[in-house]
């Protein structure tokens, strides 16, 4: 059914055109303070002749912001005469949960980076990720999907990929994180795969990167710059963009199993043990959670399970049984 549905959204730009045009992705959104209103999702298409293309998003979460900054300032500077291909620029995808500042859509509660394929006659966050799954997707040869931890986790700036079955495919995102060049460079593991724009693009054979530059619910001048170095790095990689790729030094990490995870069992206020970089050993105390509802309780105290780098921590200093601790990741020779 939804093949054969249109999609509501209308793009104002026309993808093929030659040029620079800025417009919208232009969602229906029938609401009570505007009966025939619309999202409007702002966007940049950068062609030039034949060549590659390029889709570049931000915004998957509303509450992740260097990707935004980095997306916001490539669009007003790119020209046509430096690319060869076409560069799509959506800087912020999931458009009312950025507008909010959150994680998810105000508008119908959608995380959008679990809500692909999408369809066409759903939500409207279901809406927007049908029109990436059946549009933009399938124009697109290199994708770099920006995140960082929102206002809940914090991590250190990596690039990452994923292990794929088709082992050329994974070879060319691994190239094209290297090629990103942040500090760390991720070999990724999610805890639950089901309906992320990652895996929507990996199972079309895209080369895919994403990232993670950080958290807090906001951005810093360190991971900003990350963000908008490693896309023009991404643009030369894939011969968009004229010149060599600026080499940064990385180090790699791998995520070899779920024992990275550390997951809460208590509400409670979280004492850190570890920072961001540090190298633990397995058995060390990464965390304290202390009771908040008595005095005279003793923490529990939450052990990394594998020797590694502290690659992830959760970032309020209050958390609920089920929230992700810490990540370790394990350093890779």
């Known amino acids: ?43 940049t298409v950068v062609k030039n002749g034949e060549g590659p293309t390029a889709l570049l998003t931000g915004g998957n979460h509303g509450d992740e912001y260097e990707g935004p ?21 959506v800087p912020a995808m999931n458009y009312p949960a950025f507008r909010a500042g959150t994680r998810t859509s105000p508008i119908d509660k959608g995380n959008l980076n679990r809500s692909f394929p999408g369809r066409p006659y759903g939500q409207p966050t279901e809406k927007i990720a049908d029109y990436f799954q059946r549009t933009l997707l399938p124009l697109a040869d ?27 495919q994974e070879a060319a995102c691994f190239a094209a994180v290297s090629a990103f060049g942040a500090p760390w460079s991720m070999k990724m593991l999610e805890i639950d795969s089901v309906g992320m724009f990652d895996s929507a693009a990996e199972e079309m054979g895209k080369t895919f990167v994403t990232t993670e530059l950080g958290g807090g619910g906001t951005a810093t001048a360190r991971t ?32 070899p199993s779920s024992d990275c995870f550390t997951f809460s069992q208590h509400d409670g206020l979280i004492e850190p043990l570890v920072d961001l ?45 089920g929230d992700c601790l810490a990540v370790v990741a394990t350093e890779v020779p």
């Open 69 to 89: 900054i980095a997306l916001f300032d490539l669009a007003r500077r790119l020209i046509a005469e430096e690319v060869s291909g076409r560069v799509i620029i």
């Open 277 to 321: 970089g540090d190298r633990v050993r397995q058995g060390d105390v990464l965390a304290r959670i202390h009771s908040v509802e008595r005095t005279g309780t003793a923490p529990t105290e939450f052990r990394a399970k594998l020797d590694g780098i502290l690659a992830a921590r959760h970032f309020p200093g209050l958390v609920k049984s």
């Open 142 to 168: 290199i994708v770099l999907d920006y995140h960082s931890g929102g206002r809940t986790l914090d991590f250190l700036p990596f690039a990452a990929a994923h292990i794929l079955p088709d082992k050329r």
């Open 224 to 255: 900003a710059g990350i963000a908008k170095r490693g896309v023009a790095n991404l643009l030369r990689h894939a011969g968009i963009l004229a010149g060599a790729v600026d080499v940064q030094e990385t180090r790699w990490l791998d995520m």
């Open 1 to 43: 059914m939804t093949q054969g549905t249109p999609s509501p959204v209308e793009p104002t730009v026309d993808f093929e055109a030659d040029g620079v045009q800025h417009g919208f992705l232009r969602l229906p959104y029938s609401r009570d303070d505007s009966a025939w209103g619309s999202v409007m999702i702002p966007l």
